[in-house]
């Protein structure tokens, strides 16, 4: 049994071992494997080899195919020669180790190319390789579309032509950028088609063509026709309006290729301009205000766009907005507002009555006098595009006033005495006169004046004026004065008199009341003979009283200048007031001249005095002499020491008794004996000193 176990046990090792190299020499296999790329690039006219490598058998037949056609077949190292396809005779050789060379490769030998190799009781294995025969790529050209593209249409396309090469990659570009197929760009074979071309469409196209031993770009230019777009039109200097005599331009221009050419109408008149668009006009005028139309047209494809933009020109109304106020039917105001002129007429308003109503150019506006109307003041708004402008006016009733009086004399020798009653009203007060009860018409020998401010009574007799009292009353909507004129005969109410500095030349002027009846005047000077003629060097009227008349002046003089007097001769001057023939009473006498001074009564009160003065402040002096001797003897007086006991005795009712106030508010003088006192003087006991009692002084100045 130990020898048939042993015996076992060497079968079953045998017989694995056996097992293990039949096994082994089973699996040995065929496999070829390139000996380089599989993928081969070559140029025309040059050489290249499909290099390869096998292994698990010697000598194995091989079989090159291009495509699905035999080629090649050989057996490695077999002494025959390769069979070879006749049309690759010239071409094709197979190197010791299978790898298949090309020599003077050509176009028409781009394929692919598979080795099989085979043995006996083997698998066969196979490779594949690729061969790209490629040429330089020349004379490449890209053609656009046939004229211009117009905006909107279907679409254009680009082709690529050239005389010898071959591809083997395209790339399409815009504007330097790569373009990707979508909807709009769509690459086909040697064409780029752009579908429904735009605007950003026009530019410079490009292809690039390449293969691995040449590239080449070729471009074109693509012209996009469109527009013209919407018009934009501006006017510059851009204003709401202009003013008559400004210069502006209007420009109208859109988006377009070509660039399109502009057409303006204005009314009945067509301009055509540049491809600008600008149209200058200069010092504007209201005639070429209004409506403005712009026509863009593309010459290429005739397509036009139109748009108007109004120019508004205006002029300032002339002069200022004025105000007033009328009185109607005495019981109501109207208020009227104006500023005439003006392209367009201003807009005018007083919100201060009526907020609501406006008028254009002229406004008027009818309202009831009331009380809350007196002295307010209303404003009237005017309102023009070029400036805004307002005026104001306050009525109000008649106010407090003074008549004047004026007297002339008319050519038929009759004295016209004219009253004058203007009241400040707003409106203007309506004046009625009166002579004392009676209504005064303007009969003879009345006239009242246009306007009623002014009664003209003529006369020749001066002492007929004076018998009436005349009363006018002045009245408005809004209220009435009455003031009553009691008239005067010729009078002087004020003179004075005025010489030069050396007293040749004196200027005699005086003042007349305000209802005097006054037609000229006589200035009257008294002097020495010699001077007793005027000016004229006749000689002038004197009187009982030894006034001449020197000058006469009219009824509206107030002043007369008389020359060549002597300064060393007195002079009396005064005025006499006539009314026509009749006489007022003379002014105050004035007088010029060296006896011209100081009357008899200022010289005695001078002369009395004068002396009074001196002896008052010599009584004065000495009493303010004698004030200062008596306090400089009082502070002199000698100082005696007191004993002890007689000090006490004396001061001890002083001490209980305080200082009483003078009359004057003055405390009495301090003891300085006592204040002065030594130790010694206060140990030895002397005669008491009681100082006199103060005494109260007081100066007189």
């Not at 035999?70 to 190292?77: G, M, Q, R, S």
């Not at 593209?149 to 005389?163: D, H, I, K, N």
Request: glycine share 8%; aromatic share 8%.
């Amino acid at each position: 049994m130990t020898f048939l176990g042993q015996f076992g046990r060497i079968s079953a090792f045998f017989l694995a071992f056996l097992l293990r190299f039949t096994f082994r020499g089973a699996s040995c296999q065929l496999v070829v494997s390139p000996a380089g790329p599989t993928l081969v690039n070559a140029l025309v006219g040059h050489n290249a080899t499909l290099a390869v490598s096998f292994t698990g058998a010697p000598d194995p037949v091989l079989i090159w195919s291009m495509g699905d056609v035999t080629v090649v077949t050989w057996a490695i190292n077999s002494t025959a020669p390769p069979v070879i396809a006749n049309d690759g005779r010239n071409v094709l050789r197979v190197e010791a180790n299978g790898s298949l060379s090309f020599v003077n490769v050509q176009l028409r030998d781009t394929s692919n190319y598979t080795i099989e190799m085979t043995k006996p009781g083997l698998f066969k294995s196979s490779v594949t390789f690729t061969l790209k025969v490629f040429d330089v790529i020349q004379n490449v050209g890209l053609n656009g579309p046939p004229g211009s593209v117009r905006e909107g249409a279907a679409g254009f396309t680009l082709q690529y032509s050239m005389q010898r090469g071959v591809v083997e990659q395209q790339a399409w570009f815009f504007g330097g950028a790569e373009i990707q197929s979508n909807s709009h760009y769509s690459v086909q074979g040697s064409s780029l088609v752009i579908r429904q071309p735009n605007r950003s469409d026009a530019g410079r196209y490009a292809v690039l063509l390449k293969n691995p031993f040449s590239q080449v770009t070729a471009d074109v230019n693509v012209t996009v026709l469109y527009g013209p777009d919407e018009p934009v039109l501006e006017a510059r200097p851009a204003r709401p309006f202009y003013v008559e005599g400004d210069s502006l331009s209007v420009s109208c221009a859109a988006d377009g290729f070509p660039p399109p050419a502009a057409e303006w109408v204005f009314g009945a008149q067509t301009t055509v301009v540049s491809h600008s668009g600008v149209l200058d006009l200069p010092s504007v005028q209201t005639s070429q205000g209004g409506l403005y139309v712009c026509t863009l047209i593309n010459a290429e494809t005739g397509v036009k766009s139109q748009k108007n933009l109004t120019l508004n020109v205006y002029v300032r109304p002339a002069n200022v907005s004025t105000c007033s106020v009328q009185s109607v039917n005495s019981v109501e105001l109207q208020y009227s507002c104006q500023w005439p002129g003006g392209t367009p007429p201003a807009r005018l308003s007083l919100p201060a009555l009526n907020a609501s109503r406006s008028g254009v150019g002229n406004l008027s506006l009818v309202v009831p006098a009331s009380h809350d109307l007196d002295g307010k003041t209303v404003t009237c708004v005017a309102d023009h595009p070029v400036e805004l402008s307002n005026c104001s006016i306050t009525a109000g009733g008649p106010r407090m006033f003074l008549p004047a009086v004026r007297t002339t004399v008319d050519p038929d020798g009759k004295m016209v005495v004219a009253i004058d009653c203007v009241s400040e009203a707003s409106p203007p007060a309506l004046v009625s006169w009166s002579k004392g009860s009676e209504d005064i018409v303007g009969t003879a020998p009345h006239q009242i004046s246009r306007d009623t401010t002014e009664l003209q009574i003529r006369d020749y007799n001066v002492s007929n004026f004076l018998l009436q009292n005349y009363t006018c009353t002045g009245r408005n909507p809004l209220g009435s004065q009455r003031r009553e004129i009691q008239l005067r005969g010729p009078s002087i109410s004020n003179s004075r008199l005025f010489f030069n500095h050396n007293g040749t030349i004196v200027t005699l002027t005086w003042e007349v009341p305000p209802t005097s009846i006054v037609t000229g005047f006589d200035v009257q000077m008294k002097g020495p003979n010699s001077l007793s003629r005027n000016l004229s060097g006749t000689q002038s009227r004197g009187s009982s009283d030894g006034f001449h008349t020197v000058q006469q002046k009219p009824g509206g003089a107030r002043s007369a200048d008389i020359f060549s007097l002597d300064p060393k001769l007195t002079y009396g001057f005064r005025v006499v007031p006539k009314a026509r023939t009749t006489a007022g009473q003379p002014s105050a006498v004035l007088t010029a001249g060296p006896g011209e001074g100081l009357s008899r009564s200022a010289i005695a009160g001078l002369a009395a005095g004068i002396p009074c003065g001196l002896l008052l402040l010599v009584l004065l002096g000495g009493l303010i002499y004698f004030c200062v001797y008596l306090h400089r003897n009082k502070s002199r007086q000698t100082r005696y020491p007191k004993p002890r006991a007689v000090e006490k005795a004396v001061t001890a009712p002083a001490e209980l008794t305080p200082h009483k106030l003078l009359t004057g508010g003055l405390r009495s003088p301090p003891d300085y004996n006592r204040l002065q006192q030594t130790r010694s003087e206060r140990s030895v006991a002397l005669p008491a000193f009681v100082p006199a009692r103060p005494v109260r002084t007081a100066t007189i100045v």
